[in-house]
């Protein structure tokens, strides 16, 4: 390893969150909507409590794979519309790394406080204090996939006029398997089932995508960069 | 010392230009004209090797730069189009991640001397987005002032510059030259740059 590399890292790191410091409003946006999209079902459905229980797993996840779609779009393309992203290409160290650094940042402001807040969400929908936790754990794990997942849809529509539309179109698919085994963790944990085999499930799938996310986010920078 | 030969470029349906080569030995200057949309972006691009040639090579010292690599990416500076300055940031923290990309560290001292020596004095904290124009590109081209690339990859540098400080970095860009350096640059203005053996280069069909 070349001196410098995990500085590298961490200097994207550190240089993406100071950004989203100082432009709050994109932060919070995404945040809010999760808050208000998981708010509105116990609204609409009204105080049916044991109807309220079995939809709130899906309901905290659908939200949270759309509130951290929100943010995505931006991943990349500021960076690409300033010429920062080329300044990037031709940095001497690895641009996966560059990109992973940008990953880490993204899941520290868009997943992070979704995972934070989920237990309060979640006691609208008079969740167990065991099934708040694993909802907890569920998108502690899952929501690194999202950031990962997202990050190779953000590079290939990278400056694809409408290309926020063909995001969505593109990770939505991806998401599904994190949905599956994020919701169904915690459906499992009402019913009783115990947990630990989505939980293992759903982190074998964050090693896997930690593993070739990233690679696969950085070919197709390149290719959208040519 | 830089070699390019039989070096083409295809946008769309459109050939840009073919069977262009030249050698930029040390200390030279290589100043490419053209009209607009001619290729000259996309030469300089090619260069840097942001984007792969239609055909032909580029050799840095001899050996391909896709083979050099970060080695390559070590050796020169690239200032495009864009100033590549985050709005939000200040003068200062932009300059420090910049230098922080290519595995150097700036301290605000020098930052802060190296922002006054571009003319920015009193505006290094600043955030970016509140300079104009003329501003942002000095900020972008104080990157040239601790650089220690060899070859400088400079598109459109004069570019809404006061006539003082298009004197102030041709100035730089002799030095530059003095020093053993090498620079690639595209101009619209005539710009005297003094030393150094300079080469034209026009792009046209």
């Not at chain 1, 990349?76 to 880490?104: N, R, S, W, Y």
């Not at chain 2, 004095?121 to 060899?150: C, D, H, I, N, Y």
């Not at chain 2, 860009?173 to 350096?181: D, K, V």
Request: proline letters at 4%; charged letters at 15%; glycine letters at 10%.
């Amino acid at each position: 390893m070349r001196p410098g590399t995990p500085g590298i890292l961490w200097t994207v790191v550190r240089r993406d969150l100071l950004l989203a410091l100082r432009r709050k409003s994109e932060v919070l946006t995404s945040l809010f909507f999760f808050v208000i999209v998981v708010s509105l079902f116990p609204l609409g459905i009204g105080p049916e409590m044991s109807l309220l229980r079995i939809i709130a797993p899906g309901v905290l996840w659908v939200a949270a794979l759309l509130a951290a779609m929100l943010s995505l779009n931006r991943l990349f393309a500021t960076d690409h519309a300033d010429g920062t992203l080329e300044q990037m290409l031709l940095a001497p160290a690895p641009l996966g790394l560059l990109v992973t650094g940008k990953i880490i940042a993204h899941w520290l402001v868009a997943g992070l406080p979704l995972v934070l807040i989920a237990p309060l969400l979640g006691l609208q929908y008079d969740l167990a204090p065991h099934a708040l936790g694993v909802l907890m754990l569920s998108l502690l794990i899952g929501t690194p996939l999202l950031s990962l997942l997202g990050a190779i849809g953000a590079a290939l529509t990278l400056g694809v006029r409408g290309g926020g539309v063909l995001l969505s179109l593109l990770t939505l698919p991806l998401y599904i398997p994190a949905l599956i085994f994020g919701a169904g963790a915690v459906e499992a944990d009402i019913s009783g089932l115990g947990a630990t085999g989505h939980l293992s499930l759903l982190a074998a799938l964050l090693a896997l995508s930690a593993f070739f996310a990233p690679w696969a986010a950085t070919a197709a920078l390149r290719v959208a960069l040519e | 010392m830089l070699t390019a030969t039989n070096l083409a470029c295809i946008r769309g349906d459109r050939r840009l230009f073919a069977g262009l080569g030249f050698t930029l030995e040390s200390g030279g200057h290589l100043y490419v004209t053209g009209e607009n949309g001619s290729g000259k972006t996309s030469l300089l691009r090619m260069l840097c090797g942001l984007s792969p040639p239609e055909t032909g090579e580029i050799r840095w010292q001899g050996e391909t730069i896709t083979r050099l690599g970060d080695d390559y990416r070590k050796k020169i500076l690239y200032l495009g189009h864009q100033n590549a300055l985050k709005e939000e940031l200040t003068a200062l923290e932009n300059l420090r991640i910049a230098a922080a990309l290519t595995g150097a560290t700036l301290e605000d001292a020098e930052g802060t001397e190296l922002l006054e020596r571009s003319g920015l004095a009193g505006r290094e904290s600043l955030p970016v987005r509140f300079l104009s124009q003329g501003q942002k590109r000095r900020v972008a081209l104080t990157r040239l002032l601790w650089s220690r690339a060899s070859l400088w990859v400079l598109d459109e540098p004069f570019v809404a510059l006061d006539s003082a400080a298009v004197t102030w970095l041709a100035g730089i860009i002799a030095m530059h030259h003095a020093a053993g350096g090498m620079t690639v640059l595209t101009s619209h203005q005539a710009v005297a740059i003094k030393g150094g053996a300079a080469q034209n280069l026009r792009l046209s069909e």
